[in-house]
């Protein structure tokens, strides 16, 4: 196996509330939530993963996304 180190230099989330939750990609954090602002991102203050608000728009022309 290769020790090549994993380097994301912009990992974005996108969520569906504005409630996120993160502990790292690998759990190396303390969980921790946040809450998205209207319209823009959060970037997580241990690891600077960004989440942003996946926008739900009307006229989307994706089908129903209920249960599975
Ligand atoms: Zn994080």
Same mark, same amino acid.
């Given at each position: ?16 509330? *504005? ?5 790292? $990609? @690998? %759990? ?5 939530? #946040? ?12 690891? *600077? ?5 996946? $926008? @739900? %728009? ?5 089908? #129903?996304?209920?249960?599975?």
């Amino acid at each position: 196996m290769s020790h090549r180190k994993k380097i994301n230099p912009e990992t974005i989330i996108y969520s569906k509330t *504005d409630r996120v939750k993160c502990s790292g $990609e @690998d %759990n190396d954090h303390p969980l921790v939530y #946040y809450t998205i602002p209207a319209g823009g991102e959060v970037v997580c203050g241990y690891c *600077d993963i960004k989440f942003r608000k996946e $926008e @739900d %728009n009307e006229n989307s022309d994706k089908t #129903y996304d209920g249960c599975k």
